[in-house]
């Protein structure tokens, strides 16, 4: 691990990518590598919730942060055990409070995530409730560090590609950056380790390397986090509910460039673009991340 990252990829962990056979454009052998990709089941006490395609890493922080994106662990909630069996490809959360969720699995909406990742259709209801911190700042100055920091960091998307990133970050530092075969699985792994650590989200800055989509909008909203960032693009769901939120909502954030199509006041103009290094259009150079 290196920087300021409290976690960061493994690109070296054996168990999340495998060595496979084939053949390239000449006929000729090759070998490459290719991200695992494994079922993972997730009861919240006796209930059986969802199954999940995963890496498998970090399975405790994807199941707390999942249920918690689904408004199904509430505040209060005293989380009392987390058990995981690799074997069996399951991951059990065990709460003090007795939960039933019969009704609210019923009313499932799949979303544009990879995946097939799906928000729950109630969660909407909270959504609206939420007020993001008004007072948080985003110095382009940080922006411009955070970018070159996350699109230089070692990862399982350089080794194996197929692969999404997010990365929580205050001011001019990346935190955490998790991956996953869906991005919502990444936003889920943070989640859970903001609630298994209790870090506050008032004062952060969520990117993402996928699209600025409804459902990216709505998870870093339930958060609570009041910037997202993203080197993609944006879709117009995505950007009425940001707006409607109060999120500020930064795309296309590539070298000096960037758009900003919601919560425009928070940006602090203390660093000039002509003072930024552009990152070519035509070549992903290495050490970027993937656009879609």
């Given at each position: ?21 084939g053949i390239d454009q000449n006929g ?80 499932k909406v799949r979303t544009s995530g ?63 950056y998790m991956e996953d075969v869906g ?110």
């Amino acid at each position: 691990m290196s920087g300021s990252y409290v976690l960061q990829p493994d690109p070296e962990d054996s168990r999340l990518s495998t060595s496979v056979t084939g053949i390239d454009q000449n006929g000729q052998p090759v070998e490459t590598r290719v991200v695992t990709e494994k079922p993972l089941t997730l009861y919240l006490n006796s209930q059986e919730v969802v199954t999940m395609m995963t890496i498998g890493d970090h399975p405790d922080l994807l199941a707390v942060g999942y249920l918690k994106n689904q408004n199904m662990l509430a505040e209060d909630d005293v989380i009392t055990g987390i058990d995981h069996d690799d074997d069996l490809d399951v991951v059990v959360v065990r709460t003090e409070r007795e939960t039933n969720f019969e009704e609210k699995l019923k009313k499932k909406v799949r979303t544009s995530g990879c995946a097939q990742g799906t928000v729950f259709g109630d969660v909407m209801d909270g959504f609206d409730t939420v007020q993001l911190d008004e007072d948080a700042r985003l110095n382009t100055s940080w922006l411009y560090a955070l970018t070159k920091t996350i699109n230089t960091t070692p990862s399982l998307y350089l080794e194996a590609g197929a692969i999404h990133g997010c990365v929580l970050c205050q001011e001019d530092r990346a935190l955490v950056y998790m991956e996953d075969v869906g991005r919502h699985n990444a936003v889920d792994k943070i989640a859970g380790w903001m609630v298994l650590n209790d870090i506050p989200a008032h004062d952060k800055i969520f990117y993402t390397t996928g699209r600025l989509t409804s459902e990216m909008v709505i998870k870093t909203v339930m958060m609570g986090i009041p910037i997202l960032v993203s080197r993609s693009g944006f879709t117009a769901w995505g950007v009425e509910l940001a707006r409607k939120a109060g999120l500020t909502l930064i795309g296309r954030a590539r070298g000096k460039r960037f758009v900003a199509l919601s919560g425009h006041d928070r940006i602090v103009f203390d660093m000039s673009a002509s003072d930024v290094e552009d990152e070519p259009d035509t070549a992903r150079r290495k050490g970027s991340v993937p656009a879609e």
